[in-house]
């Protein structure tokens, strides 16, 4: 393959990008962003209870 029909096939994979239509709902923000909070108070909280010696 040469760079030229490469980037060629590229352009037209890209320019094809635009029609894609999602079959699902997105996953909510807030959810994500407060199970990552949950996640790390609980990593934080085990980390403090291995630590007793400080």
Known sequence: MSLHSTAAQLVTLAAEGGEHVDEHASIS???TGGGA???L???LWITTRFNRDR
């Open 29 to 31: 923000p807030y959810l």
């Open 37 to 39: 909070f949950v996640v």
């Open 41 to 43: 108070l609980l990593l």
